[in-house]
């Protein structure tokens, strides 16, 4: 077993430097294209603890495996620290030797946005290039530089409870799209939307299912738990809903789970990302499409390996 210092290092600076949010779109785009069906993923662990949540998030593919060490603690962000913090190993695929930590957090929040855009890219009308965002934290603002990497965007409106954070998340989007015209914004700016992105901690519906244009692509990856939802149940109900895997969506998915107890949709109704990219199903052109991510570990092992 080596030991820590015969480790690669990968700090969250070498990921920036080594893996573009272009990158790393095409190679979540690649395993899925190459076969790769998230229904086999290894399970995560959720386990609570009295700050929030530990999550423990093994994968293998291509050969390769990997581990994430994930907490999730509601009350950072009123900290100034991040409410995700995590660390990656990763492992050589036939001893399970460790050869490599990552920055879990920097990774995760590259990830995120990637498997966000993946999807979006097939979905979304060739021209979408107007979003509104729910949300100014870290994943907020790298949406922009995801969408941004798929559609030109033309403007993004950022909505927030917090005048000086969505302000401060606007500066910081520009960056990312400075060809758009980035403001804050109100949640009636979904009527003219055709990205529009939740990323938010909220437990129930951000805006009514009948101001969404049939036409919009809609992604949801504020939360993990099942009792929480960011979309209306009836927007579920008229839309084509894109999940990782119906066995995570049944468990953690709390948008889809809420329409299901509703019923506005049975879990059936739901597509699975290999349904999608092996074009098993088609993306949906009468009406709106939503792509649903709770996280797995697939997603930081195909990443990782492009920074190491």
Known sequence: ?????DLTLVSAETI????????????????LRDGFDPETDLPRGILDVPAGQLLLMPAAIDGAVGQKFATVAPGNPARG????????ILLDGDTLSPTAILDGTALTSLRTPAVSAACADLLADPDAG????FGTGPQAIRHVEALQAIRPLRTVHLIGRDAARTESAVQESRRFAPGAQITAGTPDAVRDADLIVCATTA????????????????????SHEPEKAELDPALLGRSQVVVESRRVAAAEAGDVIRAVREGAMRESDAITMHELFTGAVAPASDRPRIVKTC???WQDLAVARLAV
Do not use: K, N, W
Not at 16 to 31: G, P, S, Y
Not at 203 to 222: E, N, Y
């Open 16 to 31: 920036a430097e080594r893996v573009t949010m272009a990158a790393a779109i095409a190679e979540l785009q690649r395993v």
């Open 81 to 88: 620290l991040e409410r995700i913090q995590a660390l990656y």
């Open 203 to 222: 437990s129930d519906p951000l805006f009514p299912a009948d101001q969404v244009r049939d036409d919009a692509t809609i992604i949801a990856i504020g």
């Open 1 to 5: 077993m080596p030991s820590v210092s």
């Open 130 to 133: 107007d979003a509104v965002i």
């Open 295 to 297: 996280g797995m570990g």
